[in-house]
């Protein structure tokens, strides 16, 4: 009988000593981090109808802000575990654009941001961006309008860019025109029916226009929502009241406001985040948040917290 209650003490220790690690634990470490993000992983809730929140780390490969693998892994840190997002957009270079350097640290990028489980959304680097990508140039926003040969580049290159670098959901537009200003209906048409089922698995999304009055001309006049799987539209001219019309002609689309901040343009009207938030988006881009984390520590400082507590319920 001893040895029975013996056997049954240490089994009952065991089990108590084990059930204080999770499986990434390792010896000698402490498991904070691991029992906050299956904390998080569980109790993680958002405001209003969100079920996605991604940050932005654009404008630090555009910029060349970048230069060790340390920072990156402060900023998956911040993101993650700081703002508390569910993934990161990335910029999509013209071809040629992208140096040796930047290039190891966005696959570094990508495989810890594979590794903490975050997904990835990629789309043109800078306003015109599908624009400056078909003309190969990052400073060349010529016109492109009905000219096919820069249609084809379009593709081509988000094409090649979807399986050099995995990722979960893709656009070839960033801030373009409305339907025939910058692309013709024809080519807009073209350019998602030809990437739809063509990106190496991604989600494809857009049309990532720069304000929401624009992003209804794209649900009206073209094809677009033949092929997306997420409707996407930035709203940088403040058009909060247009919200509910777009959510309702993207037909049970996922809606994203694809590049939000908690700028206080107008006392009169409310920040782009409030509006999208209150009006029922799904998901947020939290526009250039990657300045708000501290690339040597991974923390977020008072505007970064601030800007978390828009969209994170208490």
């Known amino acids: 009988m001893n040895l029975l209650k013996n056997s049954l003490l240490m089994v009952c220790v065991a089990t108590m000593f084990f059930s204080c690690f999770t499986p990434d634990d390792k010896p000698g470490e402490s498991n904070q981090v691991y029992q906050a993000a299956a904390k998080y992983s569980v109790e993680k809730e958002y405001k209003g109808n969100l079920d996605i929140v991604i940050g932005d780390v654009k404008q630090a490969f555009i910029q060349n802000k970048l230069s060790s693998k340390d920072q990156i892994e402060n900023l998956v840190k911040g993101f993650k575990y700081e703002f508390k997002v569910d993934g990161i957009r990335i910029p999509i270079f013209p071809e040629g654009h992208m140096d040796k350097n930047q290039e190891q640290l966005l696959r570094y990028l990508l495989a810890k941001c594979q590794a903490e489980k975050l997904m990835i959304f990629a789309n043109p680097a800078n306003h015109l961006g599908g624009a400056r990508i078909a003309n190969g140039s990052m400073t060349d926003t010529s016109p492109v309008k009905d000219d096919f040969t820069k249609s084809d580049k379009l593709i081509q ?158």
């Open 157 to 314: 290159v988000v094409q090649d860019f979807s399986k050099k670098y995995k990722c979960d959901f893709i656009s070839p537009f960033n801030e373009e025109g409305a339907p025939g200003s910058v692309w013709s209906v024809e080519q807009i048409n073209d350019i998602y029916a030809s990437l739809h089922g063509k990106v190496s698995g991604a989600k494809l999304v857009g049309s990532d226009v720069w304000g929401v009055p624009a992003g209804i001309r794209y649900l009206d006049e073209t094809d677009i929502l033949d092929y997306v799987d997420v409707s996407t539209t930035h709203n940088l001219g403040f058009n909060h009241d247009k919200w509910t019309e777009y959510i309702n002609k993207s037909n049970g689309l996922p809606v994203w406001d694809s590049e939000t901040n908690m700028h206080k343009k107008y006392q009169n009207r409310a920040t782009r985040i409030e509006a999208a938030i209150d009006s029922g988006v799904n998901g947020l881009v939290l526009y250039n948040s990657w300045t708000m984390i501290n690339l040597s520590t991974g923390e977020i400082g008072t505007n970064g917290q601030k800007f978390r507590d828009f969209y994170l319920e208490e």
